[in-house]
């Protein structure tokens, strides 16, 4: 007994004792009778899902890109605050997104150094990606939530943006309804 969860690139199981299985490292997987089984290099597992089971098989077989965690859809006009990457910029172009700096559908904000939060103030009112540095100082994901909330902005996404960094989301407060 314990509790499966499937992340980004693997399956993680915690009970009684953990494993994480890599996409990478699954031979074969099938989805029968609400169970999930995964065979890799150290065995077989199988995990008893119910209704999920099959709905994790085709998750792993398929995984969500980039653009899909981060909402891009075909046509969304998005703007670029920062220096982002190529590949980033080659993947909006493929899905259709427009580049723009009036009224965009999200906001993608590259940030290297602390001082570079500052800017988040003249954000508010919008969707924004803030993409910062994994497991460096100089940028902290509490810097980076402390940022959002003093621009009127509440996270509520945190995605794997790269293998070097992170992309947290923020929206607009919601003005609390008057009594």
């Excluded at 969304?76 to 172009?93: C, M, N, T, Y």
């Excluded at 009112?125 to 509490?142: C, D, L, M, N």
Aim: proline share 5%.
């Amino acid at each position: 007994m314990g509790k499966a969860l499937l992340e980004t690139a693997e399956v993680v199981f915690r009970g009684d004792f953990r494993l994480k299985v890599p996409f990478g490292a699954i031979r074969s997987m099938s989805a029968r009778g609400g169970k999930l089984s995964i065979e890799f290099p150290a065995g077989t597992a199988v995990f008893h899902l119910g209704d999920e089971a099959a709905k994790w098989e085709a998750r792993i077989r398929n995984p969500p890109g980039r653009l899909d965690k981060l909402g891009v859809k075909p046509g969304s006009k998005v703007r670029l605050i920062g220096s982002h990457d190529d590949d980033f910029k080659r993947e909006l172009a493929q899905r259709d997104a427009v580049t723009t700096n009036s009224a965009p559908d999200l906001v993608f904000f590259a940030i290297r150094k602390k001082d570079d939060l500052a800017k988040m103030a003249h954000l508010d009112g919008q969707r924004v990606w803030v993409i910062y540095p994994k497991g460096v100082g100089a940028v902290t994901e509490s810097d980076v939530r402390s940022a959002g909330l003093a621009a009127g902005l509440v996270d509520v996404k945190v995605c794997a943006f790269s293998p070097t960094h992170t992309a947290l989301k923020f929206t607009p407060r919601v003005a609390k309804a008057r009594a």
